[in-house]
């Protein structure tokens, strides 16, 4: 969150092997805009890389992100 450590997630029932999973996590955020990124680790343990890929030939990589303002 906003460029700082890592936090844990809860992750949704796996729907099968090949499916991304939904997340939630509950954190206290100040009023104001906020920048959330997320990356996903697979059961091996690899981390997914920051570093952005499009999809062909191997799959797409790189961190999702996105801005939202909090009230």
């Known amino acids: 969150?906003?460029?700082?450590?890592?936090?844990?997630?809860?992750?949704?029932t796996?729907?099968?092997v090949d499916t991304w999973r939904m997340?939630?996590?509950q954190i206290s955020l100040k009023p104001g805009t906020h920048q959330v990124?997320?990356?996903?680790?697979?059961?091996?343990g690899y981390t997914?890389?920051?570093?952005?890929?499009?999809?062909v030939p191997d799959g797409?990589?790189?961190?999702?992100s996105t801005t939202f303002v909090a009230a």
């Open 1 to 12: 969150m906003d460029h700082g450590p890592w936090q844990p997630a809860t992750l949704s």
């Open 60 to 64: 797409a990589t790189g961190w999702h």
């Open 23 to 25: 997340w939630w996590t």
């Open 48 to 55: 997914q890389t920051a570093d952005r890929a499009g999809t």
């Open 14 to 16: 796996e729907v099968n």
């Open 37 to 44: 990124f997320c990356r996903a680790t697979d059961k091996t």
